[in-house]
């Protein structure tokens, strides 16, 4: 398998997919010139609008766009794509749509023979076995919480340690804990924003700019830095 997992597509105050553009540029290598791309998370932004803004940052890739909400065969588009890339946003909806449309199932066996996958936010979720580790509000309801199950592991995409003066509800913290009550032999990584986990085979390194948190139960939590081998998360 060859993965990217992005913790988020943005960071305050900079383009659009700005800070992971060299790590996509890596990535690629100018091997991909077509990609299939899935907006089923996009929930306050038209599929078109979102299909062209990532089209527009993966032009500087030499890579074309194609949008499965554009296919007439959703399912043949994902047989047919050399390269599948899934954007943030709510993954309630993704979860939702990706079970209604068939494709979960093919996704799966696609990246699984080897078709490169690139997903942030909630596209980085999906990798995981469930969504149960998602901070969405549950605005739509899917038919299962199960995923791509790509990676053995949970990711808490955007993870903060930042609990605010004043604030009485969880941090984040509390909350991953509370899923490891339930669920004690999945571990949880909290992946922070301008951070990626990039996976070729058997083969799992931490990257970007934030260190990762790694939640198990009834452990303490470990703190691994930019460059870090996680193969044994994989492996």
Request: proline content about 6%; some cysteine; aromatic content about 12%.
């Amino acid at each position: 398998m060859k993965l990217l997992l992005i913790s988020n597509s943005t960071n305050y105050n900079e383009k659009y997919l700005e800070w992971p553009r060299p790590f996509i540029n890596s990535f690629l290598n100018e091997q991909y010139p077509e990609a299939l791309f899935i907006p089923y998370a996009g929930v306050t932004v038209s599929w078109d609008d979102y299909a062209e803004k990532v089209k527009t940052v993966f032009s500087d890739f030499k890579c074309n766009i194609s949008s499965v909400h554009k296919e007439k065969n959703p399912i043949e588009a994902v047989y047919e794509a050399k390269l599948i890339i899934i954007g943030g946003g709510n993954t309630f909806n993704l979860v939702k749509l990706l079970h209604k449309e068939n494709l979960m199932k093919i996704i799966r066996e696609k990246v699984l023979r080897g078709v490169p996958f690139i997903g942030w936010s909630a596209g980085a979720n999906v990798a995981c076995p469930t969504m149960k580790t998602t901070n969405d509000m549950p605005i739509t309801q899917p038919a299962s919480f199960d995923c791509l199950n790509l990676v053995p592991f949970q990711i808490n995409p955007h993870y903060i340690d930042f609990n605010p003066e004043g604030h009485g509800g969880e941090t984040r913290e509390q909350r991953i804990l509370e899923f490891l009550e339930l669920n004690k032999n999945v571990k949880v990584v909290g992946l922070r924003e301008s951070s990626l986990l990039k996976i070729d085979n058997n083969k799992m390194y931490l990257e970007g700019y934030r260190n990762m948190r790694l939640f198990e139960y009834a452990k303490t939590p470990q703190e691994f830095v930019p460059g870090s081998d996680l193969s044994f998360l994989i492996n």
